[in-house]
Structure formats: structure tokens, C-alpha cells
């Protein structure tokens, strides 16, 4: 089992920053990437971003791109997401998931099924 617990979400007005905290603990060696959703409320969960913890592999949705950075530690078994210039449609509570498998491509990963665990989320709100 691998166990995840998201930090770092909270209120901002748009254009700021926030910079979310994913930890892993338990059977971490078994991960292979690490991935941040996303749900807003009444829609279905979507895709943001993911590495890879073995070397500087990763995807964004479009939406991230040049707004969202992931990156990790992997001393810490910790993933972040840094989120510049936000906007309100960011709001959102915002996992953390992980996969046992690595993937060539983004079109796995922007499934949520794709992925093994999930944190409990957290709360990023946007206001305009």
C-alpha cells in the first residue's frame, strides 16, 4: 500500500501562486510516477500534470502549460506542484495519485484509472 497526503492548498486571488505538497509513504519503491489531478465542482476529475520518479520525465495538460510545474523529491518521497498566475477556473480540489507503471505518452495518465492511489485532496480556491 502506498499512502499519500496532500498539503499547500488554500484561498488566493487570481494571478497568484500556490505550491502543493504531495508525501508519499509505505511501499514507495513500487511507484513509478506520480500525477495531480483535479476536480472542480459538477465535473468529472481531470488530468493536470505527472513525473516520473526515476528520471525528469513528465506531462501537462494543456491548460498547465506554462502556468504548472511539477517537480519532486525524491529524498522526501515528495511531489509539488507549483501553480503561477492563477485563474478561477483553477479552483478545484486538487489529488495527488500515484502509478505503479511508467508510460510512454500523456493519453494513459489523463485517466484517472490509470493510476493506483490517491491522497484525500486538497481545496484551492481562486477568486477573481
Known amino acids: 500500500q502506498v499512502q499519500l497526503v496532500e498539503s499547500g492548498g488554500g484561498s488566493v486571488q487570481a494571478g497568484g501562486s500556490l505550491r502543493l505538497s504531495c508525501a508519499a509513504s509505505g511501499r514507495t519503491f513500487a511507484n513509478n510516477a506520480m500525477g495531480w489531478f483535479r476536480q472542480a465542482p459538477g465535473k468529472e476529475r481531470e488530468f493536470v500534470a505527472v513525473?516520473?520518479?526515476?528520471?525528469?520525465?513528465?506531462y501537462y495538460t494543456d491548460s498547465a502549460k506554462g502556468r504548472f510545474s511539477i517537480s519532486k523529491d525524491n529524498a522526501k518521497n515528495t511531489v509539488y506542484l507549483q501553480m503561477n498566475s492563477l485563474k478561477p477556473e483553477d479552483t478545484a480540489v486538487y489529488y495527488c495519485a500515484s502509478s505503479k507503471t511508467w508510460y510512454s505518452g500523456i493519453h494513459l495518465y489523463m485517466r484517472p484509472e490509470t493510476f493506483d492511489y490517491w491522497g484525500q485532496g486538497t481545496q484551492v480556491t481562486v477568486s477573481s
Open positions: 513525473c516520473r520518479w526515476s528520471d525528469a520525465n513528465t
